[in-house]
């Protein structure tokens, strides 16, 4: 499990480019938008295409990206319990 | 008849350097590839703004330009920009021409349009203004003078800053000019001319 976390962190720097940030800078409760990493909606559709291109979980409603990318610690629940590779 | 108008300042952006008026601000010794110049010259300018790592090259020129020239200036909000280029958004609509073959890339298809880097120079430093991206073969110093005093003459703005971006094929051109009331160089097609002549020489 914190294996998957950090892979993702790892994953998030990268995709999104947040080139001032190292994975230990990014706690697993830390709210990953508005105050917290401060990431915005088109970062959200990076997200999105994050989980089907590397988790094979396709979101179809846009709600659903509100309630699993709260944190790190939401987003890695949601993989475990859904990823399809 | 002559404008009441100056050229109050320009920035250029070239060769692995960085000149604010006729003077050397900053340049990287080595031949260094374009990410990096940008990423120097960010840390360089001391700009703290997360969202520059994001940007395409075009994007990233423009925020490092403006940033040189409203260094220490007060910036009036409705400070026009009247930019200009012969690519386009092309080196980024290549890339998002690949991904659309594997996984399409929303942070890169934001990009995919030149006058994106007035908004993002806009957001930053908070212009409520009008704004223009022309695309021309060349340098056309008598339509970015045309335009820029026509929105000066009809007070659509205050001031102005107009000029060439352009990133295509690894170059990089830049050539900005800050357009008010305040300076010494007469603002007409000629000086732009000269200007962007100056270090292309």
């Known amino acids: 499990m914190s294996d998957l976390r950090t892979r993702l962190k790892?994953?998030?720097?990268?995709q999104l480019n947040l080139e001032e940030f190292e994975v230990e800078?990014?706690?697993n409760d830390e709210a990953l938008f508005g105050d917290g990493l401060g990431l915005d909606s088109i970062d959200a559709l990076e997200l999105i295409v994050l989980l089907e291109k590397e988790y094979g979980i396709k979101l179809t409603e846009p709600q659903q990206g509100k309630?699993?990318?709260i944190s790190i610690d939401k987003m890695a629940e949601y993989i475990e319990a859904h990823r399809t590779k | 008849m002559s404008n009441p108008y100056k050229i109050s300042n320009f920035v250029r952006i070239r060769d692995q350097r960085i000149f604010h008026?006729?003077?050397?601000?900053?340049?990287?010794?080595?031949?260094?590839?374009?990410?990096?110049?940008?990423?120097?010259?960010?840390?360089?300018?001391?700009?703290?703004?997360?969202?520059?790592?994001?940007?395409?090259?075009?994007?990233?020129l423009g925020i490092l330009a403006a940033e040189v020239l409203f260094k220490n200036m007060e910036i009036p909000t409705d400070t026009a920009l009247v930019f200009s280029n012969s690519a386009s958004s092309l080196e980024t609509d290549k890339k998002h021409k690949i991904l659309m073959e594997a996984t399409v890339s929303p942070?890169?298809?934001?990009y995919t349009l030149p006058n994106i880097v007035l908004g993002e120079i806009s957001i930053k430093h908070k212009l409520q203004s009008e704004n223009a991206f022309f695309i021309s073969d060349k340098f056309n110093a008598g339509l970015l003078a045309d335009y820029s005093e026509i929105l000066l003459?009809?007070?659509?703005?205050?001031?102005?800053?107009?000029g060439w971006i352009e990133w295509k094929n690894a170059e990089y051109d830049v050539f900005l000019c800050l357009i008010s009331k305040e300076g010494e160089v007469s603002f007409s097609?000629?000086?732009l001319e000269e200007?962007?002549?100056f270090e292309n020489e």
């Open chain 2, 21 to 60: 008026g006729e003077k050397k601000l900053f340049s990287c010794e080595e031949a260094t590839h374009l990410k990096r110049f940008l990423k120097e010259s960010y840390k360089f300018l001391n700009i703290s703004y997360p969202k520059f790592h994001k940007m395409d090259a075009l994007c990233k």
């Open chain 2, 107 to 110: 942070a890169v298809f934001v």
């Open chain 2, 153 to 162: 003459d009809t007070s659509k703005a205050d001031a102005v800053v107009c």
């Open chain 1, 25 to 27: 800078d990014i706690a």
């Open chain 1, 10 to 14: 790892q994953s998030i720097i990268e």
């Open chain 1, 67 to 69: 309630e699993i990318f």
């Open chain 2, 195 to 197: 200007l962007y002549r």
């Open chain 2, 189 to 191: 097609e000629e000086n």
